[in-house]
């Protein structure tokens, strides 16, 4: 780390806005509450401050900007440091994590070691770890067991599939009733430092993988002195002791069982992906540092845990950071490198089921300094990297495990047609999980993705946001609602598409409804004239007019035409109310014909009355 200036800040006391070039700060919350620290953390996350490892309310965070002034403002923060920190800042309000958080940041930040190398060069005197162990199959030990924080298709024993993201440590220091070794608080504090850079070492390996730990640290009690006893035979009766006694208290009878659920319920406490327990045997009064059967240390493919010797074997304690690295590889189901492993060029393994062509076991096809091969490299293999799941094969930042494309359904608008021109609409996306090519785990396809936005847009239009039927789009699964700005009749076509947390977004052709919208024509009223009396055009009451003679013409000799109407017509309505007098009628004298048409128009109510019978003569 370059520290180019040192600042304490206690916002209880005053805020200073001093700019600093570190690359890596100790911040202290100022709550104890665990879900409050979580929400500083998704605030810290959310302003491109990654949290690297968290002890309690004790965070190493690395910014992605030289000016962090800006933590200081922040209303939960109680310090913030780029160097030495005394551990009585918090005076008695200190808990044990925390006193251990400060002392691994002042002995592993402020006056770094080297980096990982072995320091004594002869290798006569060095052994090889214990060979990684195959986990048997094991079931949960009861229904309705699996941990809220699960990863979206992981199941109770999928405890660390893939080595990305949010990991909790247990760190369980192993100590005898009988004390012939008794753990000092130096030793506590140095274990969990080098068990913190080994972590660290991952982190810096492999940046795209976006690693996060969070530390437990605990004693355990066991009969036994492990470092006595051999590893291969003993050790699950040291565990299984540890694992039933306070603080764990584990009622099960498998050792693994009771392991695996302890590494549900860090999980669940920490709200992370993955865990796993680190079990640490003093050796302080052992002279060779090995266990009886010559071994130092190893891990299970899987997990649920590793064991280590404080004493490293001839590595030495001050190299322990190199061994447990080694040993985490294989909780994510790297395999050993080195000779004598018995693990041949084509013994395959991980997520995405790699080989293993860097193994001294064969004539193999490449040959290159590993992490999982001898002990004294320092970087990771092209292998390793396959098989631990942190594989970027596009180069896009983004691990293959994680490069996927979410999924979602859109509900049918009903009825359609409709007039409805602002129709709402419901849908919901999910993520998918890249195939589990695993030939060790559980098989389950897993992924850490959740849907981060839901878009929509009308005939091709600009993409618009979508709203999350709950708070936010933060889980693998969300629903989703909207509601379209007003459409214009006609036919129109709604899409929608998803995003995940790495940004990949949904690959068309993007679900979709076609919808027709027919806005009805305004209706208009015509006024009626009421000064002028009309006819009624009703079919139903229209007079039935039927002559009864006919009109006769007499021709004379005298100049003036006389012509003489003489018809008689009888009126007769269709439709004759009932309870109604009928009226026996009138007797109209002969008029002239205009004269005629001047009644008529005069006695049109009466006719469309239909209530009387016109006699005309």
Request: proline share 8%; with cysteine.
């Amino acid at each position: 780390m370059t520290v180019k200036c040192l600042f304490i800040i206690i916002v209880l006391i005053s805020i200073i806005n001093v700019p600093c070039y570190a690359t890596e700060l100790l911040y202290i919350s100022d709550s104890h509450i665990e879900k409050e620290i979580e929400n500083e953390i998704k605030s810290l996350e959310q302003n491109h401050i990654r949290v690297l490892h968290r002890f309690g309310r004790v965070l190493f965070i690395r910014s992605g900007s030289d000016d962090v002034s800006g933590l200081s403002e922040k209303e939960k923060v109680f310090k913030i440091s780029d160097g030495q920190v005394n551990r009585n800042v918090l005076g008695e309000d200190i808990r044990d994590i925390e006193n251990i958080g400060i002392a691994v940041w002042n002995t592993n930040y402020v006056n770094p070691e080297p980096p990982i190398q072995k320091k004594n060069s002869d290798k006569s005197i060095h052994k090889n770890p214990g060979p990684a162990r195959v986990r048997p199959k094991i079931s949960p030990p009861s229904a309705g067991i699996l941990p809220k924080s699960l990863p979206y298709g992981a199941s109770w024993e999928d405890t660390s599939e893939y080595f990305l993201h949010r990991i909790a440590v247990g760190i369980v220091l192993m100590e005898s009733t009988g004390h012939v070794e008794d753990w000092t608080t130096a030793e506590r504090d140095k274990f969990v430092a080098e068990a913190q850079a080994a972590m660290d070492w991952w982190v810096i390996q492999a940046p795209d993988a976006d690693l996060s730990f969070v530390y437990e640290v605990n004693y355990g009690s066991t009969d036994h002195e492990p470092i006595t006893e051999s590893l291969s035979l003993d050790e699950r009766t040291w565990i299984q002791q540890i694992l039933t006694r306070p603080p764990f208290s584990y009622t099960y009878a498998d050792p693994l069982v009771n392991a695996t659920q302890y590494n549900n319920d860090l999980r669940d406490r920490y709200n992370t992906d993955w865990a796993f327990i680190i079990f640490a045997a003093d050796d302080t009064n052992d002279a060779d540092k090995l266990f009886a059967d010559f071994y130092f240390g190893w891990g299970y493919y899987g997990g649920p845990w590793l064991v280590m010797t404080y004493g490293n074997d001839g590595y030495g304690t001050e190299n322990l950071d190199h061994s447990i690295a080694h040993e985490v590889g294989h909780i994510f189901y790297a395999i050993d490198e080195y000779a004598g492993s018995m693990k041949p060029c084509n013994y395959r393994s991980g997520y995405l089921n790699y080989e293993n062509q860097n193994s001294r076991e064969g004539t193999c096809l490449i040959h290159v300094d590993c992490i999982m091969a001898e002990l004294s490299h320092s970087q990771r293999c092209y292998y390793t990297v396959g098989q631990v799941g942190q594989t970027d094969s596009d180069s896009d930042h983004i691990p293959d495990i994680l490069d996927t494309f979410p999924s979602s359904t859109l509900t049918e608008y009903l009825p359609d047609p409709t007039t409805n021109d602002t129709p709402p609409y419901t849908g919901s996306s999910h993520v998918n999980p890249l195939n589990n090519l695993n030939p060790r785990g559980s098989g389950h396809d897993i992924t850490l993705n959740t849907i981060s936005q839901v878009q929509y847009r009308v005939d091709s239009g600009p993409w618009i946001d979508a709203d999350p039927v709950d708070a936010a789009f933060d889980s693998p699964v969300e629903s989703f609602t909207f509601t379209t700005a007003t459409l214009s009749t006609g036919t129109h076509l709604i899409q929608v598409r998803a995003r995940n947390s790495e940004g990949n977004y949904e690959l068309p052709p993007y679900p979709s409804d076609s919808l027709t919208i027919i806005i009805p024509p305004t209706e208009t009223s015509t006024p009626v004239p009421t000064s002028t009396p009309t006819l009624s055009s009703t079919p139903s009451r229209t007079p039935i007019r039927t002559p009864t003679s006919s009109p006769t013409l007499t021709r004379t000799s005298t100049p003036v035409r006389t012509m003489t109407l003489t018809p008689t017509y009888s009126v007769t309505p269709t439709k004759t109310p009932t309870n109604t007098p009928t009226d026996t009628g009138f007797i109209i004298p002969a008029v002239t014909l205009p004269s005629l048409f001047i009644l008529v128009i005069t006695l049109g109510g009466f006719l469309s009355a239909g209530f009387y019978k016109i006699t005309i003569k």
